[in-house]
């Protein structure tokens, strides 16, 4: 399984920006898919996570009513949806994908594409 995500740059607080992570190698039917972000200097942290079947999705508190997830079962494509970006959301973003029910805990994951850089400027 390859995990390829994208879509970070520089954006101002307040704005929005959309990373896209897109799976190869296999479906991801009976994934769980998270995303985590890692900030200069501090640990890998989660920000949220789903099912890629549906149910649920479980948010960090940092970033509850701000961050979203979708998906496009056609492009095997999971999006992360950023609202009402904040300078404390700046870090590298990376998407990462396990079997089996969701988990908060970055160890869990079997699968991380790169990272992708989020910067937000105040």
């Known amino acids: 399984v390859q995990l390829q995500a994208s879509g970070g740059g520089l954006v101002q607080a307040g704005d929005s920006l959309r990373l896209s992570c897109t799976g190869s190698?296999?479906?991801?039917?009976?994934?769980?898919m998270g995303w985590f972000r890692q900030a200069p200097g501090k640990e890998r942290e989660f920000v949220l996570v789903?099912?890629?079947?549906?149910?649920?999705?479980y948010y960090a508190d940092s970033v509850k009513g701000r961050f979203t997830i979708s998906r496009d079962n056609a492009k095997n494509t999971v999006y992360l949806q950023m609202n009402n970006l904040k300078p404390e959301d700046t870090a590298v973003y990376y998407c990462?994908?396990?079997?089996?029910?969701?988990?908060?805990?970055?160890?869990?994951?079997?699968?991380w594409g790169q990272g992708t850089l989020v910067t937000v400027s105040s």
């Open positions: 990462a994908a396990k079997t089996g029910g969701t988990s908060p805990s970055v160890g869990m994951y079997d699968y």
């Open positions: 190698g296999r479906t991801f039917s009976s994934e769980t």
């Open positions: 789903v099912r890629w079947s549906g149910g649920p999705t």
